[in-house]
């Protein structure tokens, strides 16, 4: 589909003229250039020359204004988007660090979240909370059984057994 056919079909079927938008869309710049110029002028603010012999009218000076204007607009527009891209990727090394620390057993698994979270509005707070030292062992290495881990009760129970295993044995 052409342009021509398009424009037609926006105009018959959605009642959108874009010609005439774009009309009124220059003619609000040229109204905005003419008001500003006119206030230039009204202040009879005195605009340089920018190179030798040439002169630069109030007019001229309102239609870059507004140029860079437009242009800041389009500028913050994209400070917005990369901030956004920092935050999402200084949350995902936040979260890293914080898999880190659960691993080396430093932050409790069901308090990965809140530290997370401290971590991104207090760093300096989330540093001073943070253990130096590991709280927990979550590795898979078991439990050193070497040591006696039963009481005097126990060996009391163990030894009345043993002899009623060998009385019943008789």
Do not use: C, W
């Amino acid at each position: 589909m052409e342009l021509p056919e398009m424009l037609k079909l926006l105009k018959e079927d959605h009642d959108i003229d874009v010609e005439a938008l774009q009309a009124a869309a220059e003619k609000n710049g040229e109204e905005i250039v003419a008001a500003f110029s006119a206030v230039l002028e009204k202040a009879n603010v005195e605009i340089p020359p920018p190179a030798e012999g040439e002169d630069i009218s109030a007019r001229e000076v309102a239609e870059a204004v507004v140029e860079l204007a437009h242009e800041k607009a389009g500028l913050e527009t994209r400070v917005g988007e990369l901030e956004g891209q920092l935050t999402k990727a200084e949350e995902k090394a936040i979260s890293a660090e914080m898999d880190g620390y659960v691993e080396e057993g430093r932050v409790l698994p069901e308090q990965r979240d809140e530290m997370i979270a401290l971590a991104q509005e207090n760093r300096e707070r989330f540093e001073k909370l943070l253990p130096k030292k590991p709280i927990v062992d979550l590795s898979e290495r078991g439990v050193d059984t070497h040591e006696d881990t039963h009481s005097e009760d126990d060996t009391e129970e163990i030894d009345r057994l043993v002899s009623l295993a060998n009385v019943s044995k008789k």
